[in-house]
């Protein structure tokens, strides 16, 4: 599971070794102990959101204002250059306790190519080449309505 820092957007991931602390890879987040502070700002451990995977796949067409909200946006700039931004017919918030925080290109393999985060009033806006990718997949994470994403087929 990952824990995303509500103040400076860092994320404690339990598979990967966090060096900064020396917390070896597979350590559960709760059993840290009582004063484990964000390495990035300080924040306590009390201040981190559990990030939530629960993943709902787009339409073509939003179905709701729901989706419409966070429609995922696929523009190709040049070649295998592409910009994807979250919103089309209806424009998502920025507020701290509302709003995309990050953008994730993933492979067919369902591995993490690239993840993007936004801190608060931040645009959530990436341009990225997929020139290494046959079929991948976009994934926008909102602080509060999970995770949205779209399937690219090449």
Same mark, same amino acid.
């Not at 990967?16 to 451990?45: G, M, R, V």
């Not at 910009?83 to 089309?88: E, H, Q, Y």
């Given at each position: ?6 103040? =400076? ?23 840290? !102990? /009582?004063?484990?502070? =964000?390495?990035? =700002? !300080? ?11 629960? #993943? ?6 939003? %179905? ?6 966070? %429609? ?5 700039? !040049? ?7 979250? !919103? ?8 701290? /306790? ?8 993933? /492979? +067919?393999?369902? /591995?993490?190519?690239?993840?993007? %985060?936004?801190? +608060? ?8 080449? #997929?020139?290494?990718?046959?079929? %991948? +997949?976009?994934?926008?994470? =909102? ?9 690219? +087929?090449?």
């Amino acid at each position: 599971m990952r824990y995303l820092c509500t103040n =400076c957007s860092y994320i404690y991931d339990e598979d990967k070794w966090e060096i900064e602390d020396n917390i070896p890879a597979w350590t559960k987040f709760d059993i840290l !102990w /009582d004063y484990y502070e =964000c390495w990035s =700002c !300080w924040w306590l451990a009390d201040l981190f959101q559990e990030i939530k995977e629960e #993943v709902n796949y787009l339409r073509e067409i939003p %179905f709701d204002a729901l989706e419409a909200e966070h %429609f995922i946006n696929l523009e190709y700039l !040049w070649d295998d250059n592409i910009r994807i931004s979250v !919103w089309k017919w209806e424009s998502h918030s920025y507020w701290s /306790d509302h709003r995309i925080w990050s953008i994730g290109i993933y /492979d +067919e393999y369902w /591995d993490l190519v690239y993840e993007k %985060f936004y801190l +608060e009033d931040e645009e959530p806006v990436l341009e990225f080449n #997929v020139s290494d990718l046959d079929d %991948f +997949e976009i994934k926008a994470r =909102c602080t509060i309505h999970w995770v949205w994403a779209i399937k690219v +087929e090449r």
